[in-house]
């Protein structure tokens, strides 16, 4: 789950609620669940104080999971803020053929990151031509990274991806500066492991680390293009105090 900095406790808290109610066996007759929750900072828009996120809001996210969603200032992105501009939730995603097969590589961000100063897009340094500050605000902020495929990985090999990244967050402006928070979770749905198995050995697949680099590209770019369909998607938006952060477009 995303969500703002101090509401991380009670998204865990509604997350954990939603399986032990998908899952009677959970801290009985099998362990407990450890759920993932992931923040950002909207302080600068959201009344973060007033703790407005619930654990219904939670199941309401779970329940509400499709195919096609919306991009910019929902959900978690309501509030966030990217290069000086609205941001929040974008995604993008690529095709890798691999032994006559293709793959998908997805990736979806929650970016609140960057100076206005050094946004790029497609190679040209916007931020450059239409900042007029004498002195550019630092690169601070941070951004919440998934990627997600169907390519068979092992975990060392999820890192490595996760790893690059980076590479999109470079594209778009950032250098990662010292008040930045950048963090990459990946993951593959190719190596399927049952929660009770009645074998020993389990078979795993993996790619070979030769034909790993067209992966590599396909995730700086669909990092890099998250981010910019994360900025052009989200409007102008006024939060807190009558604070309003336009939108890219």
């Not at 990274?145 to 470079?170: C, F, W, Y």
């Not at 389990?202 to 900025?231: P, T, Y």
Request: charge should be negative; charged fraction near 25%; proline fraction near 1%.
């Amino acid at each position: 789950m995303m969500t703002n900095t101090l509401s991380v406790g009670t998204v865990a808290a509604g997350l954990v609620r939603y399986m032990l109610d998908e899952n009677e066996d959970i801290g009985t007759t099998t362990g407990t669940v450890n759920c993932v929750v992931t923040e950002c900072n909207d302080g600068r828009l959201n009344d973060i104080r007033g703790l407005h996120v619930k654990e219904e809001h939670v199941l309401q996210a779970i329940n509400n999971a499709d195919i096609d969603f919306e991009e910019g200032a929902v959900g978690a992105g309501t509030g966030m803020v990217c290069f000086g501009l609205k941001g929040g939730i974008g995604s993008s995603s690529r095709i890798v053929e691999l032994d006559n097969k293709e793959y998908t590589i997805g990736s979806l961000v929650l970016a609140n990151f960057g100076s206005k100063k050094y946004l790029t897009i497609n190679g040209d340094k916007i931020g450059e031509r239409t900042y007029n500050k004498e002195k550019a605000e630092p690169d601070q902020g941070s951004i919440i990274i998934v990627i997600a495929t169907d390519i068979p990985l092992n975990e060392r090999q999820l890192k490595r991806i996760a790893n690059r990244s980076v590479v999109g967050l470079a594209r778009t402006g950032s250098y990662l500066g010292n008040g930045s928070g950048d963090i990459c979770i990946s993951f593959t749905t190719a190596n399927i492991l049952k929660h009770y198995s009645n074998t020993n050995i389990i078979d795993m697949k993996m790619i070979d680390e030769n034909s790993i680099e067209e992966i590599f590209k396909a995730v700086g770019e669909s990092v890099e293009e998250s981010i910019i369909s994360a900025l052009y998607h989200a409007e102008t938006t006024t939060g807190i105090n009558g604070r309003t952060i336009k939108g890219l477009k």
